[in-house]
Nanobody
Framework: QVQLVESGGGLVQAGGSLRLSCAASGRPFSSYALGWFREAPGKEREFVAAVSRSGSNTTAGSVKGRFTISRDNAKNTVYLQMISLNPEDTAVYYC?????????????????WGQGTQVTVSS
């Protein structure tokens, strides 16, 4: 099993920045790909970004150029750096893992999930 714990969320003004962290434990961190998803009130959970075992990554079009995903295998942590935040980014952000080399976009492709961290962007 894999345990995932997100942190770093909070309240920020539009245009501000946050860095989310997701600390993993359980299986060897380097053995799985990771993703970030978000769920806004009244909306379905959506893909944000993902990183493969090797560090290759992808981001959703809605956040491209503003959000960056990275992983630190030495710290068993995946990060989501977010800049130029706007109110539409307000959501609960979740990290997830899948025991494969490559990332995937569908949330159904991920095996383990964290509890989420709230990000609120005020206008």
């Amino acid at each position: 099993q894999v345990q995932l714990v997100e942190s770093g969320g909070g309240l920020v003004q539009a245009g501000g920045s946050l860095r989310l962290s997701c600390a993993a434990s359980g299986r060897p961190f380097s053995s799985y790909a990771l993703g970030w998803f978000r769920e806004a009130p009244g909306k379905e959970r959506e893909f944000v970004a993902a990183v493969s075992r090797s560090g290759s990554n992808t981001t959703a079009g809605s956040v491209k150029g503003r959000f960056t995903i990275s992983r630190d295998n030495a710290k068993n942590t995946v990060y989501l750096q977010m800049i130029s935040l706007n109110p539409e980014d307000t959501a609960v952000y979740y990290c997830a893992s899948r025991a494969t080399t490559w990332f995937a976009l569908p949330d159904s492709s991920y095996d383990y999930w964290g509890q989420g961290t709230q990000v609120t962007v005020s206008s």
